[in-house]
Every structure is written in C-alpha cells, then in structure tokens.
C-alpha cells in the first residue's frame, strides 16, 4: 500500500503518513487512523502495562454503603436546625 493509498483510506493527510513514518509526533487520532486501515490497532495494547487489579474494584471494597434519602416530615416541620436569634457580625468581641 502506498502513503497515498493509506492517508486516502486513513482521511488524513499524505504528509500525516510521512510524519508518522519518520517518527515525528502527530495527533493520536491519526495514528489510530492508519493503525485501523492496516489493521494493527491492536499494536495500542502492547504500548500500555498490563492491569492487574481494576482500580475500580480497589474503590468499591473501601467505599461506605450509600445511605437512602429521607422523606419529608409530614408535619411540615424541616429537619435543618434551628438558626440563633441573633447573627455573628465581624469585629463582634465577646
């Protein structure tokens, strides 16, 4: 396949695929572009470490249970607390 067969199936530019084969950086979305049309995208892999543990399931032993929410008082009292009847003011002494 030739650097124009590939940029033209790839939708990118003929200069991206000189780029890329050159080793000069570029966007990543090209370079996935071309992997996809040569059918090596599958290359990506080998360049990440492999994961043992899913960090996911790390956070979900160690997360306290969610708690439901409470349904309104049905005697229209509201469960925040009471404000004091008289407000803090700056340069306030005791």
């Not at 650097?3 to 780029?19: D, F, H, M, W, Y």
């Not at 080793?23 to 470490?49: A, F, K, S, W, Y």
């Not at 249970?65 to 002494?93: F, H, I, L, Y």
């Amino acid at each position: 396949m030739t650097q124009a067969q590939l940029a033209k199936a790839a939708g990118v530019s003929k200069r991206t695929v000189e780029r890329l084969e050159d080793g000069i950086p570029t966007q990543l979305g090209n370079l996935i572009r071309c992997l996809r049309v040569l059918d090596r995208l599958e290359g990506l892999e080998r360049l990440l470490p492999e994961t043992r543990v899913n960090p996911i399931d790390l956070l979900a032993g160690h997360r306290a249970p969610r708690s439901r929410a409470r349904p309104p008082r049905g005697d229209g009292t509201s469960r925040k607390a009471e404000r004091p009847s008289t407000q803090w003011v700056w340069g306030d002494k005791e």
